[in-house]
Antibody, heavy 119, light 110 residues
Framework: QVQLQESGPGLVKPSETLSLTCAVS?????????WSWVRQPPGKGLEWIGE???????NYKPSLKSRVSMSVDRSKNQFSLKLTSVTAADTAVYYC????????????WGKGTTVTVSS | QSALTQPASVSGSPGQSITIFCTGT?????????VSWYLQHPDKAPKLMIY???NRPSGVSNRFSGSKSGNTASLTISGLQAEDEANYYC??????????FGGGTKLSVL
């Protein structure tokens, strides 16, 4: 079955760009799915960041839209998240997840990766 | 886009039933049958428990059930077990074409 694995730097300096990648295994990123990012600050709840379709179509959380971008690399079967101008408030566990086309829920999740914003 | 409203905590004894409520607006919970529920144990990834208000994914116990009335969705867990102790999050599609989560509810099995 499909598995997801996040990777990227665990420490990012304030004002810099957070970059994460989610590798898809056991299936193709070109399948009819939306590929999502969700984050969870320490001790807090889940926050939906956005999603990308293999064609490149995206949906982002309005309050993050100016700082977020997502992309798909079909050749590597992976998708990515970039978040610019980070602050301490962006410190969180970042999860990647899959949502099937026509559905509005995430049925496959990565294990998550912790990103700390600190100088 | 405000977070959906959930109680911070609920509790129950083994064997009992509990219900967690998730309140939104007509622009999210009330406007679409696209409410989902997730269980999250500490330091683990969320797990889908209910989707499209009432549907259970394959492998999820039928002790878990979902419903909706107006702008409020609910998750009911019957026959509480110790392993049900976790944080639960609701989520809904919104009129903006995005998803929004609830603040989460900590379930304690006493």
């Amino acid at each position: 079955q499909v598995q997801l694995q996040e990777s990227g730097p665990g420490l990012v300096k304030p004002s810099e760009t957070l970059s994460l990648t989610c590798a898809v295994s056991g299936g193709s990123i070109n399948s009819s799915n939306w590929w999502s990012w969700v984050r969870q600050p320490p001790g807090k709840g889940l926050e939906w960041i956005g999603e990308i379709y293999p064609s490149g179509n995206t949906n982002y959380k309005p309050s993050l839209k100016s700082r977020v971008s997502m992309s798909v690399d079909r050749s590597k079967n992976q998708f990515s998240l970039k978040l610019t101008s980070v602050t301490a408030a962006d410190t969180a566990v970042y999860y990647c997840a899959r949502a099937s086309v026509g559905s509005f829920y995430m049925d496959v999740w990565g294990k998550g990766t912790t990103v700390t914003v600190s100088s | 886009q405000s977070a959906l409203t959930q109680p911070a905590s609920v509790s129950g004894s083994p064997g009992q039933s509990i219900t967690i409520f998730c309140t939104g607006t007509s622009s999210d919970v009330g406007g679409y049958n696209y409410v989902s529920w997730y269980l999250q144990h500490p330091d683990k990834a969320p797990k889908l428990m209910i989707y499209d208000v009432t549907n259970r994914p394959s492998g999820v116990s039928n002790r878990f059930s979902g419903s909706k009335s107006g702008n409020t969705a609910s998750l009911t867990i019957s026959g509480l077990q110790a392993e049900d102790e976790a944080n639960y999050y609701c989520s809904s599609y919104t009129s903006s074409g995005t998803l929004v989560f609830g603040g989460g509810t900590k379930l304690s099995v006493l």
